[in-house]
């Protein structure tokens, strides 16, 4: 696998673990409402520790899908410049 075949995989990695931690925290907040859609925990202790914890993975996530975006942008910017070097080679081939 070359250089940029190997970015495009490390950008869509963070890419789509971001998106996944969002859902996953999302699905978890979602099916702990009760009837009157209020969030049911155990304790206040168990409230204040769960949140602050969902709070920090949606950052993460949040820190995740950027870093794949740049990635993935990195990876276009790294194709254009290889298609450009072998259109380069081309012309020079060519002209010989």
Do not use: H
């Amino acid at each position: 696998m070359d250089a940029v075949t190997s970015q495009l995989v490390m950008g869509i990695i963070p890419l789509v673990i971001g998106i996944g931690l969002i859902y996953w925290i999302s699905r978890r907040k979602f099916y702990r409402r009760n009837a009157m859609g209020a969030e049911g925990f155990s304790s206040f202790e168990a409230s204040v520790f769960i949140r602050f914890i969902e709070r920090v993975g949606k950052w993460i996530a949040y820190a995740l899908i950027i870093l794949g975006v740049v990635i993935i942008w990195s990876y276009t910017q790294m194709k254009k410049e290889r298609e450009k070097k072998q259109q380069e080679v081309k012309i020079e081939q060519s002209s010989q």
